[in-house]
């Protein structure tokens, strides 16, 4: 089966979260499975410097505002996954982030910029942009590649079949109303029941209304998203797709995220051999100017710094915790003010908290072998990937019951969770586990429990196959003649 992954970011190239990381590993998930798999990526400069070698594929010309767009082919570096990217220098060639300026702010051409993606995922897929390979499946990965699957609905009814992935259903891609003609696409898709939302055009709406199989990355957040309270005002859409609506769980890329074979780590370790992770945490309280102090639970977090992570329970939980023997590393970037406050938790409680203000993967992987927590207090999770990685690296996650988080820790048997959104009860939370750790065994089995579950990418990759297979019936249900 062929299929197209559209997506705007991927690691190690691009990355603001975790839909990079699931671009880079689910593609060669599907792969091993046999599937004809490529990805298409928008030409930013990071992506473009890494090819290596790429060939034209065409020449496409002025398109959405730029002055030329070429769509390249390479292999994405140091695999043999093909991608294909756009080349349009005068939408995304510049500095600052795949959404952002440098001053945080939205770029104002977000709708070309991504529209333009979505175009040439359908283009290729009806087989006008490379003649030698069409998709018969075009997945498209959160708002900035759902414009695909309105693209692909447009052009041809019977092409190839369209799913649509939310990773985070609180960022939608809304444009104005005016800009409308800038898409070029008929009139039927401005409406309530196309992209109209709320008097905005709204790219998340064209892959929920559009798409054959709209999926989210984890069971808890797709029935989430259909009730008002996790909707962000779209739960009636979700609700009217039923059961074209699932979730499937991602996975995580053992091959980056292995405690046994991690070169940013201060010693290897594993399920039976487990000292080396009181050498990575002795390591960290080094680096990082904490106490070495072996009774301490020593506390993680590796998250952007964002109302969605519930980092003000932790921080108004931190000073009790420090005083009944928490220590705290966290990392993380974000909004200034969270970033401010992590800053004055650590000043306020030197040799206890430790915060690093900034993006460093080589440090979030040190942070996760040597941390003995790593607490994911989220008010909302479509999956979360760090509680993840903290489960393949013996480090118990510490969660709130939602999303993603309710589907991947157990509470009591490999890691902590807690439902109320309040200090009071991440903090009652924290202690359970801090009075857990003194009994070494029930922590120890905790640990072994949790780094021997299975979290490849091999059981999704599988279900995503199976869905593939059922949007491509139903979309030929619904072009066969009657
Ligand atoms: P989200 O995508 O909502 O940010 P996830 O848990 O799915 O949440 O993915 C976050 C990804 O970003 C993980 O790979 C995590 O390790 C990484 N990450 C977040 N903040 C940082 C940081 N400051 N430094 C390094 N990696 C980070
Ligand atoms: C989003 C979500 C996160 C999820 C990630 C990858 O960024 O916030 O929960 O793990 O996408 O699917």
């Known amino acids: 089966m062929r299929v197209l992954h559209v997506a705007a970011e991927v690691y190690p190239l691009v990355k603001t979260g975790g839909l990079a990381d699931v671009a880079a590993a689910l593609p060669p998930a599907l792969a091993a499975q046999g599937a004809d798999v490529r990805l298409l990526l928008p030409g930013l400069p990071a992506i473009l410097e890494a090819l290596e070698s790429p060939r034209q594929v065409i020449d496409i010309g002025p398109c959405f505002g730029a002055l030329r767009v070429r769509l390249l082919q390479a292999l994405m570096p140091g695999t043999q996954l093909p991608v294909y990217v756009i080349d349009a220098p005068h939408l995304y060639r510049r500095g600052g982030g795949p959404y952002q300026g440098p001053d945080g702010r939205e770029w104002p051409d977000n709708l070309q910029r991504f529209a333009l993606l979505g175009w040439v995922a359908a283009h290729l897929a009806s087989g006008d942009a490379d003649p030698d390979w069409l998709p018969e499946v075009v997945h498209a990965h959160d708002w900035h590649a759902a414009m695909a ?26 444009f104005p109303q005016p800009d409308w003609p800038l898409l070029g696409l008929g009139s039927r898709f401005m409406s309530p029941a196309g992209l109209e939302f709320h008097g905005q055009l709204s790219f998340m709406k064209a892959g929920l209304v559009y798409a054959d199989r709209v999926t989210t990355v984890s069971p808890t957040y797709a029935a989430e998203i259909a009730g008002p309270e996790f909707g962000c005002g779209l739960d009636g859409v979700i609700r009217g797709r039923g059961g074209d609506v699932s979730g499937i769980l991602n996975g995580i890329d053992g091959a980056v995220w292995n405690p046994a074979a991690d070169p940013a780590i201060a010693a290897p370790y594993s399920a039976d051999r487990l000292a080396g992770k009181s050498a990575c945490r002795h390591a960290l309280q080094e680096a990082l100017g904490l ?62 908290v430790a915060v690093h203000i900034g993006y460093d993967e080589a440090r979030a992987h040190q942070l996760l072998a040597g941390a003995d927590v790593i607490a994911v207090p989220s008010r909302f999770e479509p999956c979360g990937l760090t509680q993840l990685y903290g489960l393949r690296y013996g480090t118990l996650p510490l969660v709130r019951r939602v999303g993603g988080l309710a589907d991947t820790v157990t509470d009591g048997l490999t890691g902590f969770s807690f439902d109320a959104a309040t200090p009071a009860a991440f903090e009652a939370c924290v202690r359970r586990a801090l009075r857990r750790r003194a009994e070494p065994a029930a922590w120890r089995d905790m640990v072994q429990r949790g780094m021997g579950q299975d979290l ?17 019936a139903a979309r030929a249900a619904r072009v066969a003649p009657r």
Not at 154 to 164: C, H, K, M, Q, T
Not at 458 to 469: E, I, S
């Open 149 to 174: 699957c309105a693209y692909l609905a447009d052009l041809r009814p019977g092409g190839a079949a369209s799913v649509f992935t939310v990773h985070n259903l609180a960022f939608q891609g809304l």
């Open 291 to 352: 106490v070495r102090d072996d009774t301490a639970l020593l506390v993680t977090v590796v998250s952007r710094l964002s109302a969605q992570k519930g980092l003000d329970l932790v921080l108004a939980a931190l000073p009790a915790l420090v005083q009944a023997g928490v220590q705290f590393a966290v990392q993380g970037t974000g909004e200034p003010a969270l970033e401010a406050a992590f800053r004055a938790a650590a000043l306020a409680h030197p040799g206890r």
């Open 456 to 472: 490849s990418w091999v059981g999704p990759a599988r279900d995503y196959l199976a869905l593939y297979a059922a949007a491509l």
